[in-house]
């Protein structure tokens, strides 16, 4: 049986026949788990252009790292399916011609090294604009656009690490950690001004290993701060290894344990993190907690021999592999990359020559 969880009926339905699967916990947050769930379609959600569309942006964060040889693959492809879920999922207030409008949605990187996966989800978006002969200043609202990511870290390119000028991003951050906390900050704001703004957050798991996460963590529980939802990103690897050789506990407690909701999703299927963000931001917990989506992923998805180790943390493949990699990803099975070893733009170019009308009439 497939449910529409935004339907109240299916709800309620959901509810009874799955116990496990919605409750709440001893310290008052509620939990609900999505993952390996039978969902509904829902209207507008194609699921099919958005698989193709999660492709398009994984081969572009890797010919964005390709190019510079430096940034973080691993990070930035294991979270394409929320970024995606949450742009195109009908839940996000952001206008791509007006991205630092002052009623957006603010979003937070707080892996704020994942750069290459939020800048190839930009150029998705504006070079859908430009293919649908849409204007726009790209310089004047910060637009990225294919030709940016061939100068990813480069003098003059693209900064390595989120600057809050840059659209869909409202705080500059880097090490994982401190964004979480800033987040909170914006989080407290909004809400005592009644913006009805939401804050959105991009995280790692390995950053509740940093203390000032779990005092963050209790604090915006402590307040109230319902208006914040955090996408996290459950890989299992930081930089030193795997994050069960330093939280030893059940991961979950990190959040359940000091009053949090918890939606657990696998963060690889695109309708599950739609519905997530969906019923996040329709407090489906009826409470006035904060959100933590727990999105189950691998580290490194579809980077070759790199995939689900700590070592696509900020590593990349060789050359060559590099090659196979996108080709065997290319969603038309046509279009060879030029795949010339430090010469990126061409193969940039090709990857989007894949951006067809169709995907980006449902992008912008």
């Known amino acids: 049986m497939s449910y529409n969880l935004l339907n109240k009926t299916d709800f309620e339905k959901f509810k009874k026949n799955n116990p496990k699967n919605f409750k709440y916990d001893f310290e008052g947050g509620g939990y609900l788990k999505l993952q390996d769930l039978e969902l509904a379609n829902l209207p507008g ?24 040889r430096s940034g973080h693959p691993g990070g930035s492809s294991a979270k394409v399916e929320q970024f995606l879920g949450l742009a195109l999922g009908g839940v996000l207030a ?3 011609l007006n991205p630092k409008h002052t009623c957006r949605d603010r979003v937070v990187w707080s892996a704020g090294h994942c750069t290459p996966g939020l800048y190839s989800g930009l150029a998705l978006f504006y070079e859908s604009l430009k293919k649908r002969n849409i204007k726009f200043d790209a310089k004047k609202i910060h637009a990225i656009l294919g030709q940016d990511l061939a100068r990813f870290r480069k003098g003059g ?29 914006l ?15 991009f995280m790692g798991d390995a950053e509740s290993e940093e203390g000032m996460t779990y005092e963050a963590r209790n604090i915006l529980h402590t307040v109230g701060a319902d208006n ?72 490194g998805k579809e980077y070759g021999s790199l995939e689900n180790s700590n070592k696509s943390h900020g590593s990349q493949v060789k ?46």
């Open 94 to 96: 952001f206008d791509p």
């Open 157 to 185: 390119g693209l900064p390595g690490h989120a600057e809050s000028y840059t659209p869909l991003a409202d705080i500059s951050t880097g090490p994982s950690g401190h964004g979480f906390s800033v987040a909170g900050g």
């Open 319 to 364: 050359h060559e592999e590099y090659v196979e990699i996108i080709n065997k990803l290319d969603i038309n099975k046509e279009t060879i990359i030029p795949g010339k070893e430090g010469n990126i733009l061409p193969d940039i170019l090709s990857i989007l020559s894949d951006l067809d009308n169709s995907l980006a009439t449902y992008i912008v």
């Open 45 to 68: 959600i194609e699921v099919d252009k958005l698989d193709k569309i999660a492709t398009l942006m994984r081969e572009l964060i890797f010919a964005t790292v390709e190019g510079s």
């Open 187 to 201: 989080a407290i704001t909004h809400k005592s001004a009644n913006t009805g703004s939401k804050v959105w957050v």
């Open 228 to 299: 914040m939802v955090v996408s996290l990103d459950y890989n299992h690897f930081g930089i030193d290894g795997d994050i069960d050789e330093v939280l030893s506990n059940k991961y979950i407690n990190n959040w359940s344990g000091l009053g949090w909701n918890v939606i657990e999703i696998n963060g690889h299927n695109i309708l599950e993190c739609v519905y997530a963000y969906r019923l996040a931001a329709q407090k489906v917990f009826a409470n006035n907690n904060p959100t933590v989506i727990i999105a189950h992923t691998w580290k």
